[in-house]
Structure formats: C-alpha cells, structure tokens
C-alpha cells in the first residue's frame, strides 16, 4: 500500500462543475502539498498545508491531521484547470516527501 | 515563471555516459530540491540540500550524486546512465525548511539511448 494515496485516479467534469481531489496518507508529516502539473510538464505548487484550510481563488485545500486526510476543491471548474494534481507528504520521521500518484482531471466545455 | 532555471532543457546521450543537470533557485531561496519523474514511477524525491549542506535523502541513486555551491546553485549528477534513468529531472527551491512552499524549474528531459 502506498504511503501516500489520492482518488480518483481519473477524473472528468463539464466546465462550471465543482471538483473535489482527495489525498489520504499513513505517516506523520510536517506538512502536505497540493501540486499542479500541467499537460507540457511545468509543476506549479497550489497550496502548502499544515493544518487547517487554504483559498486561492477558485482552488480551497483543507486538511485533517487526526484523520490523515486532505481534500483539494476547484469551484467553477474550467477548461484551463485540466491539468494532473499531485498530493505530496513531508513525512517527519523519513525527512523526505512522498508523492501520491496524481489525478488527471479533464474539464471540457 | 517560478523563478527557478535549470539547463540544459533536454539531454541525450547514451548508456554508461555521464551528465550534468544544472539548477539555479530563486533569489534568497536557501534549499534546493531534486526530483525524478519516470513514467512507471511518478515523481520520487531525491536530495535536497540548504545552503550548501545535504540535509535529506530521498530515493537517490548511488550512481546519482548532487552538490549545491556557494552561489547556491545547484548540480545532478548522473553516471553510468541506465536506459531506465531516463525520466524529467525537476529541481525546485524554497526559503528555507522543506514544508514551505517550493518552486519548480522547468525540469530537464534526460533520453538514454
């Protein structure tokens, strides 16, 4: 089993849809990263996330540390946010991060 | 634009060679981070170093080796390629502690024939 695990996998949406990434893990961590890369490659960082719950403009991420688990939300999904995003894990007892496997989400019009 | 370059963009070369990956952070970014991304196995961190010092490890290599300079850029090194170290090798920097937010570079696509 994966240290770090995301679902779904895949995910497909009609523009304007409200989206939820869910990111579930087993280690103790210092932080959480929530993580967009885009279909040429380019990795953008969304969110860092230690406790608690983050806005972005349409992108809000939320955390619970008792329940080793993280939610990414997109509000108003759009074409442009078709992209793989990726939760990742600081874990404090390896000192390294843990990557989840991504969801590729696909908004059409 | 994060802020963070690396060179060269796409390499090729040939099994048992060695290469280079260079990477310059963000201005007064501190650490610097190296990661791996094959298609069979996703994103896997490899090193991160702070001014100039290793300070965690992830799943590197032996053959695998990096330093960061007293300007506090940074180098990969990789040797005696295997066909299976091709992959895009991002580099990404942050100010300090690892669980702050980090910027990537644009990665370099490393083919090994």
């Known amino acids: 089993k994966n240290e770090v695990e995301q679902s779904p996998q895949n995910l497909t949406a009609q523009e304007g849809e409200f989206i939820t990434i869910n990111c579930s893990y087993s280690?103790?961590?210092?932080?959480l990263h929530w993580l967009q890369q885009h279909p040429g490659g380019g990795i953008v960082s969304l969110f860092m996330?230690?406790?608690g719950k983050k806005k972005h403009g349409r992108l809000i991420a939320t955390i619970n540390i008792q329940e080793k688990h993280s939610s990414l939300h997109i509000t108003a999904s759009h074409p442009r946010d078709s992209a793989v995003y990726i939760c990742a894990v600081w874990s404090f007892n390896t000192d390294k991060l843990i990557f989840g496997t991504g969801t590729r989400l696909q908004v059409f019009p | 634009d994060s802020g963070v370059t690396q060179t060269p963009k796409h390499l090729i070369t040939a099994t048992g060679q060695r290469v280079t990956l260079r990477c310059s952070p963000r201005?007064?970014?501190?650490?610097v981070y190296w990661y791996q991304q094959s298609l069979d196995q996703g994103l896997q961190f490899l090193i991160q170093y702070y001014n100039g010092e290793e300070r965690a490890k992830g799943n590197i290599l032996e053959r695998f080796s990096a330093q960061q300079f007293p300007d506090l850029h940074s180098e990969l090194n990789l040797s005696s390629l295997e066909l299976g170290d091709s992959a895009l090798y991002f580099c990404?920097?942050?100010?300090?502690?690892?669980?702050?937010?980090?910027?990537f570079g644009p990665g370099t696509r490393l083919t090994v024939l």
């Open positions: 201005s007064g970014d501190l650490s």
């Open positions: 996330l230690s406790s």
């Open positions: 990404a920097s942050s100010v300090d502690e690892p669980y702050n937010e980090q910027f």
């Open positions: 280690v103790g961590i210092s932080a």
